[in-house]
């Protein structure tokens, strides 16, 4: 049975910080990753999707890579600005797509 | 619209009374998908569709029925529900089963 875990489940950071949020997971058999981000009380919004043929993708501000053989992801956000606060979830199809497990989340705080 | 859209968005609803949640994408997706989202629990799968037909149940009770009467529309009927059940409840589409997902602003369900 997959496992996603994100670590930390909070982070505070001041403005302008570069910073990693972990994703790992226990089934390497992954079809993909997606990153997601979820302002309270919202639905989720699609960051980035990393097929588990490719090692990373890259979009703006934001980078994650996917290291399957140690069952991790990270997703870097260069530059952080106050907008960024949020819930970034990562989420992990397996099985050649049959099963979606979600991490808990990271709940982020870009503070002035 | 673009996107997908969920109706309604906030549900207050007694354990005895009957009522259903429509989403709707206009993305020309072939998959589309129910989550339940728990306070303090990952995001959990519920349903699958791929090309209007059920290809996942995720052991979910029966209380909750989908219907998925053509690529574009999915609804959850629900009766007779538990004030565990109260959640928010999202939709999400992809261009196939097990592609990137995109997701409604979810219906808020509080059951009394």
């Given at each position: 049975?997959?496992?996603?875990?994100q670590?930390?489940?909070?982070?505070?950071?001041?403005?302008?910080?570069?910073?990693?949020?972990?994703?790992?997971?226990?089934?390497?058999a992954?079809?993909?990753?997606?990153?997601?981000?979820?302002d309270?009380?919202?639905?989720?919004?699609?960051?980035?999707?990393?097929?588990?043929?490719?090692?990373?993708?890259?979009?703006?501000?934001?980078?994650?890579?996917?290291?399957?053989?140690?069952?991790?992801?990270?997703?870097?956000?260069?530059?952080?600005?106050?907008?960024?606060?949020?819930?970034?979830?990562?989420?992990?199809?397996?099985?050649?797509?049959?099963?979606?497990?979600?991490?808990?989340?990271?709940?982020?705080?870009?503070?002035? | 619209?673009?996107?997908?859209?969920?109706?309604?968005?906030?549900?207050?609803?007694?354990?005895?009374?009957?009522?259903?949640?429509?989403?709707?994408?206009?993305?020309?997706?072939?998959?589309?998908?129910?989550?339940?989202?728990?306070?303090?629990?990952?995001?959990?799968?519920?349903?699958?569709?791929?090309?209007?037909?059920?290809?996942?149940?995720?052991?979910?009770?029966?209380?909750?029925?989908?219907?998925?009467?053509n690529?574009?529309?999915?609804?959850?009927?629900?009766?007779?529900?538990?004030?565990?059940?109260?959640?928010?409840?999202?939709?999400?589409?992809?261009?196939?089963?097990?592609?990137?997902?995109?997701?409604?602003?979810g219906?808020?369900?509080?059951?009394?």
């Amino acid at each position: 049975k997959q496992e996603v875990t994100q670590i930390p489940a909070a982070l505070s950071v001041p403005e302008g910080e570069n910073l990693v949020l972990n994703c790992s997971f226990t089934d390497s058999a992954i079809y993909n990753l997606q990153w997601f981000r979820q302002d309270p009380g919202k639905g989720l919004t699609s960051l980035l999707l990393i097929q588990s043929s490719q090692r990373e993708q890259t979009s703006g501000r934001l980078n994650a890579s996917l290291d399957k053989s140690s069952g991790r992801s990270t997703l870097y956000i260069a530059a952080s600005q106050p907008g960024d606060s949020a819930t970034y979830l990562c989420a992990a199809w397996t099985g050649g797509g049959n099963k979606l497990t979600f991490g808990t989340g990271t709940q982020l705080k870009v503070e002035l | 619209e673009t996107g997908v859209t969920q109706t309604p968005r906030h549900l207050v609803m007694g354990m005895t009374n009957k009522k259903s949640l429509k989403c709707e994408q206009h993305l020309g997706h072939n998959a589309m998908y129910w989550y339940k989202q728990s306070a303090k629990k990952p995001l959990e799968l519920m349903f699958v569709y791929s090309l209007e037909e059920r290809v996942e149940n995720n052991s979910v009770p029966s209380r909750f029925s989908p219907e998925c009467p053509n690529s574009s529309h999915l609804f959850l009927h629900l009766h007779t529900l538990q004030p565990e059940d109260s959640a928010l409840y999202l939709c999400a589409s992809s261009q196939d089963w097990g592609g990137e997902q995109y997701f409604g602003p979810g219906t808020r369900l509080t059951v009394t």
